[in-house]
């Protein structure tokens, strides 16, 4: 497509319950990124993909967060057990190189209760 | 120190003003720049990549100085449209894990 897509664009899971969310990058765009905006416009990288392939993953959470970019699917973040704190829009983002701009999905707002 | 340092503003200016923006980077190997604005909590769009030679677009000029790692906007004749939060990002690493500044509000004021 020519848009990030995201879905769902909110989410609430009660404390402990799984999340997962999804993205489908631009066509023929090689990488994608996922990013957390929790509070103000502090944004922190999750996690990047070469196509298929994790790219950078130093700002997973591991023990409850993972990622997937399987072919001929829509990415995939999943955040298993979910806490307060992880309540914050999440932002998914395709570039066609890994050294361009980067363009973003309209977010996923997780609220955790 | 952060990677990435912006103004924290808020700027708050009347139409037709000229606003300029401050970014700072603290990583020399940092390989591409770009201003994005975000509306209220909305996806980050892309306004401009940042380039050596300076760019302009329409109204809108950036500056990007390696020497002392410093990167500006310059905003023309603001309109009540251009009220949004601006990022100063930059690519720091070759993975292209894109690092934001915390943003600078801007209020255009009738």
């Known amino acids: 497509g020519e848009e990030v897509a995201q879905t769902p664009k909110h989410l609430v899971r009660g404390e402990g319950q799984k999340a997962k969310l999804y993205c489908a990058p631009i066509?023929?765009?090689?990488?994608v990124f996922w990013y957390q905006q929790v509070l103000k416009n502090e944004f922190k990288f999750l996690i990047s993909?070469?196509?298929?392939?994790?790219?950078?993953e130093t700002g997973m959470p591991k023990e409850r967060f993972s990622a997937k970019c399987l072919p001929n699917s829509p990415c995939s973040l999943e955040i298993q057990a979910t806490k307060l704190e992880d309540s914050a829009v999440y932002f998914c983002?395709?570039?066609?190189?890994?050294?361009?701009?980067?363009?973003f999905g309209q977010g996923t707002r997780l609220t955790v209760v | 120190r952060k990677e990435v340092e912006q103004d924290p503003g808020p700027f708050n200016v009347p139409e037709g003003a000229t606003v300029a923006f401050n970014c700072t980077y603290s990583?020399?190997?940092?390989?591409?720049f770009f201003w994005y604005r975000q509306d209220c909590r909305k996806e980050p769009k892309l306004l401009m990549s940042?380039?050596?030679s300076g760019n302009e677009d329409g109204r809108f000029t950036a500056q990007l100085n390696r020497a002392s790692q410093y990167i500006s906007l310059l905003i023309r004749d603001s309109k009540l449209s251009d009220s949004a939060t601006y990022l100063c990002?930059?690519?720091?690493?070759?993975?292209?894990?894109?690092?934001f500044g915390s943003g600078t509000q801007l209020t255009v004021l009738p």
């Open positions: 983002a395709s570039s066609p190189t890994g050294d361009t701009e980067a363009f």
């Open positions: 066509k023929g765009h090689s990488y």
């Open positions: 993909f070469q196509n298929e392939n994790v790219f950078d």
């Open positions: 990583n020399s190997a940092s390989q591409s």
């Open positions: 940042v380039y050596s």
């Open positions: 990002v930059v690519n720091i690493r070759r993975t292209g894990q894109l690092t």
